[in-house]
């Protein structure tokens, strides 16, 4: 069964810090990774996804994150974190031979930023 | 705005009441998707369609749930007969490409809170 991990509730780091949310997951086969972010009372928004290629994956608002298949691992980073940041974040996978789509998610991990 | 759309955004309503959400996907994406948010959770998949096809449907919905996408444009989530473990957030995401191709990514729309009473 497919599933993902995220192993801390909350991060807390200063302004212009970097910042490094962390994300493993299971699932057999070749996996796509995703990391959405949450604002309060909105919806998801697509921060950036891997499939294949560069371990290195770069997305928006300065965002990356880096898939590390050994360790099973596709953890967020940022190098200098914004208060604007402070929000919630998800990890999400799915099967690379999926034919549905749908995405299995973690439990989610709020980043606070502090000025 | 051409993003996804959803209505109403929030909803209250008492147990046993039958209650009704509306999403409106990205204009020309094939594929709809709803998912179930509940406090402190991530979304939890409750079921898809491929243009007016609902393809797959998760154990999370129970005969209480129907959802319908009649034109494969917008879609209906209906819940019949309340409880007060429906109250969630409920989320739909729209996409287009092959169904779980590399090129496949799911936007979200803002989201129906139901609080039941």
Redesign the interface.
């Known amino acids: 069964a497919q599933s993902?991990a995220q192993p801390e509730d909350q991060v807390n780091v200063a302004e212009g810090n970097p910042l490094t949310v962390k994300c493993t997951y299971s699932v057999s086969g070749n996996p796509?990774l995703?990391w959405?972010v949450q604002y309060p009372?909105?919806?998801?928004?697509?921060l950036l996804?891997y499939?294949?290629g560069d371990n290195l994956v770069k997305g928006s608002y300065g965002f990356e994150a880096e898939f590390n298949k050994s360790q099973t691992s596709f953890h967020l980073k940022k190098p200098s974190a914004l208060v604007s940041d402070s929000a919630l974040y998800?990890c999400?996978v799915?099967?690379g031979?999926?034919?549905?789509?749908?995405?299995?998610?973690?439990?989610?991990t709020t980043l606070q930023v502090k000025p | 705005d051409t993003g996804v759309s959803q209505n109403p955004r929030h909803k209250i309503t008492k147990r046993g009441q039958n209650v009704t959400f509306r999403c409106d996907p990205i204009s020309e994406h094939n594929r709809l998707y709803w998912y179930r948010q509940t406090l402190g959770q991530g979304p939890e998949f409750l079921t898809y369609f491929q243009n007016e096809a609902q393809l797959e449907k998760s154990r999370l919905l129970s005969d209480r749930f129907s959802a319908e996408r009649p034109k494969g444009s917008f879609s209906t989530l209906e819940i019949q007969r309340t409880e007060q473990g429906d109250s969630a957030m409920y989320l739909c995401a729209s996409s287009s490409g092959l169904a779980g191709g590399p090129k496949e990514t799911q936007y979200f729309g803002p989201g129906t809170r139901l609080l039941v009473l």
């Open positions: 993902v796509y995703f959405y009372n909105r919806g998801l928004q697509f996804k499939i294949t998800f999400a799915r099967h031979s999926s034919n549905t789509g749908k995405l299995i998610f973690g439990q989610g």
